[in-house]
């Protein structure tokens, strides 16, 4: 993970508005937007500290990571938002299953490899997306380890790299391999959905 990585989450609602809670918490650098413009998430922002910035759309897209924390329905229009998303390593936290229409969007594909098709070109990682919001922002207490996040992409070089990322948000990252393998654990209603797991300190 380069120094010079620049992160973008899109999205503020439950979801968007956790990941920015850990951004914050860690000290890293993170643009937040949305489709209301940046008006409506200043006070977000603002609630976090300087590290996490209100943008528009146009401006959190130009980031290397981008994390789609929107509603699944919204997936379709959100890819239309770049011609091609080459470059881009696109963390999909969107759990399909509670969207009405979810099986005639995805025709037999996991959400991951549908979010592939409509972002051409995006290195597509699955994450953040097995606990609910509260948990994932929640602090682990002190002396009881790292909560555990599992992560899932085809491109091994994007899987590492998010999981790097996660450990320096304070997270203990579980690659599990690629989104049709590991990734189908993650998705709802899979094995590892709603599953709190800590990684404990070493024994001293």
């Known amino acids: 993970m380069s120094a010079d990585t620049r992160y973008a989450i899109v999205g503020s609602g439950n979801i968007g508005s956790a990941l920015a809670r850990l951004f914050a918490r860690a000290g890293v650098e993170v643009s937040i937007a949305n489709t209301r413009g940046p008006h409506s998430i200043t006070e977000l922002a603002a609630s976090l ?3 996490v910035r209100a943008m528009t759309l146009t401006e959190a897209l130009e980031s290397d990571v981008i994390f789609m924390a929107i509603p699944f329905g919204a997936v379709e229009v959100f890819g239309n938002a770049l011609p091609d998303w080459n470059g881009k390593t696109v963390v999909d936290t969107t759990n399909a299953h509670y969207a009405a229409n979810a099986d005639d969007i995805l025709k037999g594909r996991l959400s991951s490899q549908y979010a592939a098709d409509v972002l051409p070109g995006a290195q597509i990682v699955k994450a953040f997306n097995q606990l609910p919001a509260q948990t994932l922002a929640a602090e682990v207490p002190s002396g009881q380890g790292k909560r555990v996040v599992f992560v899932s992409s085809d491109s091994g070089e994007a899987s590492s790299q998010i999981a790097e990322l996660a450990g320096t948000l304070g997270l203990s990252a579980v690659e599990l391999g690629r989104i049709d393998e590991g990734g189908r654990l ?7 959905v709603l599953r709190d797991f ?7």
């Open 198 to 204: 800590t990684e404990q300190p070493p024994l001293t």
């Open 49 to 51: 500290g300087p590290t």
């Open 186 to 192: 993650i998705q709802v209603p899979g094995a590892l």
